[in-house]
């Protein structure tokens, strides 16, 4: 019995010294990168929508516009002075649409996370949008409108020259982006939209100032096939 015992213990031991421990981004290293993509960034939106089925696209850009990403701690990426007004574009309610055209310019957060690309070399940045809440008033009724955002499933790429870089977002990417992904009016959900599927739908691109030419189009920016936005 005693040898079965010690053959167990041995087998036990064996398979554990053995499981494979997938390495991690330590707290530090967070830290470290959100304090390098931390800052004020400058540039200009452009914002493409549709504004019924199988519409055609429009497209309108705002210059002189600002994004903010905060150090690790805050966690947070805020697309400054957006024209909320311009989601009456896309929603069907008429008297929805009316009453979102009369609202002012709001700011958009969202939340960031790091994390190890699949060679564990290089490292993922991307974030989630907060939900844009509004009480309106229209048809006679008070109203709760949220807008809930995706991010277009998309993750930045940043591979370890990037962080030796002053400014690594402006070595490697060249615009940030969200989509409107769905219209609830309180708890019930009124309107879903799918830029670029035939449906009504807006997708947002801030494209950023001081991108050195020879970094456009460099490959930084890894973009999944199905636009979500439960990343």
Sequence with gaps: MRGIGL????????????????????????????????GTYTGRYVIAYTT??????????I??????ITDYDMQSVIFHDFPVS????IVKDADLSQALA???NMDITAQYK????TDYTNTLWNYTP???SLTLDYGGATHHITFRLGNNQRYYLFHPDDWQQSRPLLSCQWQLVFDVVGLYDGDRLVQQFDFGSGTCGMFVVFALD??????????????????????
Excluded at 11 to 33: N, V
Excluded at 52 to 61: K, L, P, Q, S, V
Excluded at 86 to 89: E, K, N, P, T
């Design 7 to 38: 053959l167990c213990m041995a087998l036990m031991f064996g398979a554990c010294h053995h499981d494979t421990i997938t390495p991690r981004l330590s707290k530090a290293q967070k830290q470290e990168y959100g304090q390098k993509l931390a």
């Design 52 to 61: 019924d089925e199988g519409g055609e696209e429009a497209t309108e850009g």
């Design 63 to 68: 210059k002189q516009a600002t994004v903010s």
């Design 86 to 89: 311009m989601l009456s574009h």
């Design 102 to 104: 009369e609202v002012p």
């Design 114 to 117: 790091f994390q190890y690309d």
């Design 130 to 132: 907060t939900p844009v």
């Design 210 to 231: 001081d991108v050195r030419a020879e970094d456009q189009g460099k490959n930084c920016i890894l973009i999944h096939t199905k636009r979500d936005s439960s990343i």
